[in-house]
């Protein structure tokens, strides 16, 4: 309304100058599309046939009768990075759907108890970290999208035992209020430096590059958490402090 008001009575040079960058601004944005697109065409493309190469992999481990001790290791090192790479590419394919609408969550009224107690069992098959929990025994409850949570929790677990030494506790913690529930993943680790805290979730953001590095993420972990909850009508922060350690917590709405 104003902006054109002012626009007709403009000079010439403004009227062309404007529509430059109205026709720039479509350019842009129709740039970024493909960009998704080819994104999401890609990781489709590259995961289906790595996924079978993991297959392959794994059905060739569980027989081991005539590898030797070094095969079994490279067959191990490339099961374990093709799973990896999986993962990667299974996020960006979600980061792709959320963006063009077409993430499709199931969301409905879940027993967190259970499915906090289900990812602290799926978690300590791969680390042997002491992960606890810390709820009320009668059932909390939260409007969510059961394996989608469990998927969060998972990659908050899984940053907790990441960045932070290798005796530490992780520490999930429930507590229900009247229109919400709260699920917390706390740490004892290294801390996030207050002038990343709000970055972290920004998709490939890493706090420490070379520290980060080490760990081999991808820097899409908080990037699917936070969509998949917000997704859920919920949200997530993060509170933490240098070298004491990081607690991130979950809204989701009761
Ligand atoms: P990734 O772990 O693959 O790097 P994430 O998106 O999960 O990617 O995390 C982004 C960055 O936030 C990490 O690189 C790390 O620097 C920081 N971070 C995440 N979780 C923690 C944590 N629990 N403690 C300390 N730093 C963390």
Known sequence: GQAQLYLDNAPSEVKELAQTLTMLLSRLSQSWQQEREFVSNVSHELRTPLTIVHGYLQSVLRRQNNLTEVQVEALETAASQAEHTIRLLQDLLDLARADNGSLRLQIKFCVLNDLVEEVVVM?????????????????????????????????????????????????LKLNQFADHAVIQVCDQGYGIPLQHQTRI?????????????????SGLGLSIVKTLVEGM????????????GSIFTITLQA
């Open 233 to 244: 009508g919920g949200n997530v922060s993060v509170q933490s402090k240098l070298g004491e």
């Open 201 to 217: 979730f920004e998709r490939f953001y890493r706090v420490d590059e070379s520290r980060s590095h080490a760990t081999g993420g």
């Open 123 to 171: 978690a300590q098959k791969y680390c042997d970290r002491s992960i606890t929990i810390e709820s009320a025994t009668y059932p909390i409850q939260a409007k969510a999208d059961y394996n989608r949570l469990k998927q969060v929790l998972l990659n908050l677990i899984d940053n907790a035992v990441k960045y932070s030494e290798d005796h530490m506790p992780v520490i």
